[in-house]
């Protein structure tokens, strides 16, 4: 029953608008560092998460690593977040565009304007995007 239920919900994705409004707000940010976690072997969570990746890319933000990576955790995370390092959270440089990204992804509906975190393990100057399931439909 619960695996049906996961597959009744509708994949994330962001639309043709979403992205340019993106792209427009996170610009003044260029060269800002990121990263996107999913969830290892989540499918619907490696989409959203090479999707998100493309439109902060052509932001000008930059995307060091090789692709979206995968981990496992024991309480798996759901919906979106953004992890800073804990010692950066109230930095101006961190902050703003930390809170622009908060803004353009929870106006697209794929957040909660909450979703910024501190975690001393992402390194600094560095957004992750931490992407867990696909939360319950509404």
């Avoid at 440089?93 to 990204?101: E, I, N």
């Avoid at 957040?111 to 001393?120: I, S």
């Amino acid at each position: 029953e619960q695996v049906a239920r996961l597959q009744e919900r509708s994949p994330r994705g962001l639309t043709e608008a979403q992205k340019k409004t993106i792209i427009g707000l996170l610009s003044p940010f260029k060269g800002q560092k990121f990263s996107v976690i999913c969830i290892a072997g989540d499918q619907e969570c490696k989409n959203i998460g090479q999707e998100i990746v493309n439109v902060l890319r052509a932001a000008g933000w930059d995307f060091p690593e090789g692709g979206v990576g995968e981990a496992t955790y024991n309480k798996e995370p759901i919906g979106l977040s953004l992890m800073v390092n804990a010692g950066q959270i109230m930095t101006p440089s961190v902050l703003r565009p930390v809170a622009m990204l908060v803004k353009v992804l929870a106006d697209a509906g794929l957040m909660q304007r909450n979703g910024a975190l501190a975690d001393p393990n992402v390194p600094r100057d560095r957004i992750e995007v931490r992407i867990g399931r696909n939360r319950n439909p509404p």
